[in-house]
């Protein structure tokens, strides 16, 4: 099988202010293949986050090794995008320059083309005519469009994600969610999608890792076997599959009660 994200015997500690380390993920090894879209759930402070800051390069790695592409993960990797919980959308920037941004900063398209770009994907989750507001104007649901927008914008070969969907409201989240799917059927980057969201892992992804409560070590990993083009809409109402995933998958988290 080919890879395009590997990660080799991670393992990771924090050293607390008194001095004393604390182990936060203990020897994760997967593969992700190119194309394919992965879930990690587990509970909170489980290491999640620290994961994904370490294969995306802003962390260092404590223990172990990770490969983007066959090559040893150096600093940031221009191949992947980062899509944190929040929108971080630009205050000042209108939400198609927001869109621009990453466009201009890799100075990869004309002006015009940017532009073009960025008309197009704002269409495609459902904003056309908001292209020159400010995000201040926008409701959270909408901020959190352009951001989705906005990841997709340089055409990345992957894409990392931190509780993208997280401070939406339910019925927003499903729009969003759905949305970020149809551009991604289209596109099929490479995801590592990090989320406690059971139902969004299993609605999104190909495979969902279960880690363990920290420190975080794999407990199990899902094959989901559902058809795509997917709808999580259509899952979360018709899909008596979807439920048994969702089950299997509870089964395993270490949910503190
Ligand atoms: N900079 C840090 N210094 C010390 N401990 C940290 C730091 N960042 C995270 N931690 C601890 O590491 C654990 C894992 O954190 P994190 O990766 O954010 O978990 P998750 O994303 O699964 O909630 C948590 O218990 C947290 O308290
Ligand atoms: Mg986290």
Redesign the pocket.
Known sequence: MQTEIEIRGLSHH?V?PGGKS?S?IEDISLNVAPGEFVAIV?P????????LNIVSGLLAVSEGEISIGGKKVQGVSKELVYMPARDSLFPWRTCKKNVELPLELQGILTPAERGERAEMLLNAVGLNGFSDYFPSSLSHGMRQRVAVARTFSTSPRILLMDEPFSALDAQTKIVVQDLFLKIWEEEKQTVLL?THDVMEAVALADRVVVLSA?P?KIKSIHNIDLDRPRSVRKLLFDEPKFQKYLHAIWEDLDVQE
Request: net charge positive.
């Open positions: 924090f607390s604390v936060t587990g909170s402070g489980c290491g999640k986050s620290t994961i990090i920290r975080g």
